[in-house]
């Protein structure tokens, strides 16, 4: 799954094929639109991965021939690898930075406060800390302290509560591009509470100000941000599509020209608020509105391989100026994803594997239009199969679709009891690790149902009852 250049009709066409790689590659970032690389050949697009504390790039021409720019060693796992312009970021959690520079061809190593959620906004990468700091490092002018030529990472915002930031999500007003003085954040922290700040004219040199504060969760504000990454075993084998070079970004909280998303660690529960504007700042008349509260439940196995987060992470997906959603894989093997309105949590489609085969890994993606007249960008689902087989879903049609009210998209939100049912018909069921004694499926189905449920669910969910379980 990958970004490369394309005409109309040419369909797929493969790019590039690592070397074959001893370790699980667990990390992939690419750049399709790079140029000269410092002064050498020119690479139209980077290709970096990572596995354990390792990370290795390569540059890719038009017609295909590799250049190997090196291997790095950020020291601890690198969690996190994605491109800012021509940068190479890796982050770990612990609070390391490692920075490749496109035009130096230096891999620059950064100790920083341990790192609980970032977000990007051109050239800035903004870290949500867990010392309740909000930190930037502006990539474009890639600034070094002169002192110990460490990169200069400066404080932006701390929260009045001191919470550690757990998720962070950045807003360009159309101001900013005039003036570059308007921007707004929204972040969550660990005591669930949601906050807005702003950075506007009048308050240049003071940084940002308090705009907002929401306090409705009651667990922390965590989803993680990993890009689209795809998990291969030993080769990292490329193909492409007419894509663009736009990504989505996934948060635990989302500010967006209509909404203001969070997600709680709670079965990712959502709330959801309408952000009212003028000229395309946000406003305090009328204000933020709720408009809705739900939850993308999603069942995990016991032990998953170390990079399942990275490829069914929920969302949401989508561009800030346009609809966004959520995809929700209830169980770890299924052949079927529910993608449902990031704003009020309504079903768009169901999607269902083409030859029953489990999704393994998904995401959304949008293309840029192509240049014929009145080409638009297009959504697309991409998901990844246990049988090695990419398919590939126009999620597009599927939103204009559920816009103009079609019957088959009038269920409401995620799974209905009986479609709920069948999907646990697969899974042995197990008491849940989380601390809310939710057990799901709701007992009071177990009579209903019993015979078109396995044994050993059956058992389960029987002791459930007895035992006075909390219904979903």
């Not at 950064?110 to 930037?136: M, R």
Request: charged residues 15%; glycine residues 8%; proline residues 5%.
């Amino acid at each position: 799954m990958v970004k490369h250049w394309l005409k109309d009709s040419s369909g797929w066409q493969h790019a590039f094929t690592s070397p074959h790689i001893e370790s699980c590659i667990e990390r992939i970032a690419i750049n399709a639109k790079m140029g000269q690389v410092g002064g050498g050949e020119s690479s139209s697009k980077m290709v970096a991965i990572s596995y354990g504390s390792q990370v290795r790039l390569w540059g890719v021409s038009e017609d295909g021939a590799r250049t190997n720019v090196g291997t790095f060693n950020l020291n601890v796992r690198v969690e996190y690898l994605f491109f800012i312009g021509s940068q190479l970021v890796a982050l770990s959690p612990t609070g390391k930075i490692g920075v490749w520079h496109a035009m130096t061809q230096h891999w620059q190593i950064q100790d920083v406060v341990p790192i609980a959620s970032f977000d990007t906004a051109g050239s800035f990468l903004l870290l949500g800390c867990k010392n309740g700091s909000i930190y930037y490092i502006d990539m474009q002018k890639f600034p070094l302290r002169m002192k110990d030529n460490d990169l200069l990472v400066t404080e932006l915002y701390r929260d009045p509560s001191n919470d550690p930031i757990t998720a962070i999500s950045v807003y360009l007003t159309p101001k900013t591009s005039l003036c570059g003085n308007w921007i707004e954040i929204a972040y969550g922290t660990s005591s669930g509470t949601v906050r807005v700040i702003v950075q506007h004219p009048e308050t240049v040199g003071h940084g940002p100000q308090l705009f907002q504060t929401f306090t409705v969760h009651q667990s922390p504000v965590t989803k993680e941000a990993i890009l689209h990454n795809i998990r291969l075993p030993g080769v990292l084998l490329l193909v492409s599509f007419n894509t663009g070079d736009k990504g989505s970004k996934k948060q635990g909280v989302t500010l967006s020209e209509k909404f203001l998303v969070s997600v709680c660690s709670e079965y990712n529960h959502v709330r959801t608020w309408s952000v009212t504007r003028f000229r395309g700042m946000i406003s305090t008349q009328p204000g933020s509105t709720p408009v809705a509260s739900f939850k993308i439940v999603s069942l995990d196995e016991v032990e998953p391989y170390i990079s399942y987060a990275a490829g069914n992470e929920c969302g949401p997906f989508g561009e800030q100026d346009d609809e966004q959603v959520f995809v929700q894989k209830v169980v770890p093997e299924t052949d079927q994803l529910f993608v449902r309105l990031a704003s009020n949590g309504k079903r768009v489609c169901v999607i269902k594997a083409v030859d029953g085969t489990t999704i393994t890994s998904f995401c959304v993606h949008e293309c840029e239009g192509s240049s014929r007249m009145g080409s638009r960008p297009r959504r697309f689902i991409f998901t990844g199969h246990s049988n090695g087989a990419i398919q590939m879903w126009d999620l597009t049609t599927a939103l204009d679709l559920a816009a103009k009210g079609e019957p088959a998209t009038q269920v409401s939100g995620g799974p209905t009891a009986e479609e709920l049912l069948k999907l646990l018909d697969q899974c042995d069921l197990s008491n849940s690790h989380c601390s809310t004694p939710c057990i799901s499926p709701c007992p009071s189905l177990a009579a209903v149902a019993a015979a078109r449920i396995k044994a050993s669910n059956v058992a389960f969910l029987n002791q459930s009852q007895e035992t006075g379980g909390t219904p979903c």
